[in-house]
């Protein structure tokens, strides 16, 4: 069976996310880009919704903010904290991943708002 354009999405938006490292986080919108998705961070939200696969880190996505993006089940809010904290990323009092210490920077990624955290990781290049 063929799939869709929209189950190939998918398919590469599951595969970036199973690509962040425990204790780290990636936005919606990183990894739209990463993947290459028209629609951006959106199509990302719509993916994790449609989730069946437990074995992908969906838990390790958070908004441009850093936040835990509001769900129709509130449960889940509470289960994405939980499943950070475990992992070592801990929430400010606004309910918000320092992205400066948790983004997830993926190796060979030389542009874009993903590569923030390198700054001051070594002198003149």
């Given at each position: 069976m063929a799939l869709t354009?929209?189950?190939?999405?998918?398919?590469?938006?599951?595969?970036?996310?199973?690509?962040?490292?425990?204790?780290?986080?990636?936005?919606?919108g990183q990894i739209a880009?990463?993947?290459?998705?028209?629609?951006?961070?959106?199509?990302?939200?719509?993916?994790?919704?449609?989730?069946?696969?437990?074995?992908?880190?969906?838990?390790?996505?958070?908004?441009?903010?850093?936040?835990?993006?509001?769900?129709?089940e509130p449960s889940f809010?509470?289960?994405?904290?939980?499943?950070?904290?475990?992992?070592?990323?801990?929430?400010?009092?606004?309910?918000?991943?320092?992205?400066?210490?948790?983004?997830?920077?993926?190796?060979?990624?030389?542009?874009?708002?993903?590569?923030?955290?390198?700054?001051?990781?070594?002198?003149?290049?």
């Amino acid at each position: 069976m063929a799939l869709t354009p929209r189950l190939r999405s998918y398919e590469r938006i599951y595969r970036e996310v199973s690509r962040i490292p425990r204790g780290r986080v990636a936005t919606y919108g990183q990894i739209a880009a990463i993947a290459g998705i028209p629609g951006g961070a959106r199509q990302v939200g719509y993916a994790l919704a449609a989730l069946e696969d437990t074995r992908v880190p969906w838990h390790r996505v958070v908004n441009h903010k850093g936040g835990i993006s509001p769900r129709a089940e509130p449960s889940f809010e509470a289960l994405q904290r939980q499943l950070l904290a475990r992992e070592g990323v801990t929430l400010d009092a606004a309910g918000r991943v320092s992205l400066a210490r948790f983004r997830w920077v993926p190796r060979g990624s030389g542009s874009g708002s993903h590569t923030r955290r390198r700054r001051g990781a070594g002198g003149a290049r």
